[in-house]
């Protein structure tokens, strides 16, 4: 587990003539990222299924002088190899390179018993927390290793609470991602890609919302307070902590 540096912070050119692949790009954390990116110089790409949230978005990011993104609409629980495959040859052609990509995309229906759990339920989970992650690095590996730098960032959470009763298909797909983050990593430290994790704590987002009913949410921090660590592993910066999970806890 590595931390945060206490005295680090994010500059207007941190991740000046980056292009950042952001998936979840309309969800808590996601958005708060892809904001936090832009301001850092980035060139970002949304990536949501909801293209009015993705539009909202890209307005919000060019009121704050941000380098104009662009908005790729994908739902990830359909999505298939080829899909991936075009996404990738879609962003060597309208933005020239990769430098990162920030897996905050998931899937959470609320708790349930793995008994009660709808098969479908269950194979929308991983496909969009797992899978999806899967297929989409590996479509992209030939963009970022033609960098001299670049990064892979995965979100996970905590182990020690989803890996509990009722988290389901969410606590499994989790799991799943911190494994392939160890895999992944492993095979490319050699290498121009870096393969980082990041552990955030408790936020305010709709998911805790739904998974704690009735806890006042208004006690944790919005997203916008764990986005400068996104900036930060996809930055020069985040090369002291390559392979690790940055644990914000």
């Known amino acids: 587990m590595a931390s945060l540096p206490a005295t680090w912070a994010p500059a207007e050119d941190t991740l000046a003539g980056r292009t950042v692949l952001i998936t979840g790009a309309t969800g808590g954390l996601g958005s708060a990222a892809a904001l936090a990116c832009a301001r850092a110089g980035a060139s970002v790409v949304l990536l949501g299924r909801k293209v009015p949230a993705l539009e909202v978005l890209y307005d919000t990011i060019l009121a704050g002088g941000g ?7 994908m739902d990830l629980a359909g999505a298939t190899p080829h899909d991936y495959d075009e996404l990738a040859t879609t962003i060597e052609r309208e933005c020239g390179a990769l430098h990162g990509i920030v897996h905050a995309a998931v ?25 999806a992650p899967f297929l989409l690095t590996q479509a992209c590996l030939p963009l970022l290793k033609a ?4 990064a ?23 799991a799943g991602l911190r494994g392939l983050a160890s895999i992944l990593h492993q095979e490319t430290e050699n290498g121009p890609v870096r393969v980082q994790a990041l552990l955030p704590a408790p936020m305010r987002t709709a998911l805790r919302r739904m998974a704690y009913f009735g806890e006042n949410t208004m006690i944790w921090p919005e997203p916008a307070a764990t986005a400068p660590a ?11 902590v390559r392979g690790e999970i940055l644990d914000l806890r």
């Open 107 to 131: 899937h959470f229906a609320g708790l349930s018993q793995v008994g009660d759990t709808s098969p479908d339920e269950w194979l929308r989970s991983l496909q969009v927390g797992l899978t």
């Open 230 to 240: 996104v900036v930060y592993l996809l930055s020069d910066a985040g090369h002291v």
């Open 147 to 150: 960098q001299a730098d670049s």
């Open 67 to 73: 380098v104009e993104p662009a908005i790729y609409p």
């Open 152 to 174: 892979v960032v995965f979100v996970l959470d905590d182990e020690t609470r989803i890996g509990k009763a009722f988290w389901g298909g969410y606590g499994a797909a989790k």
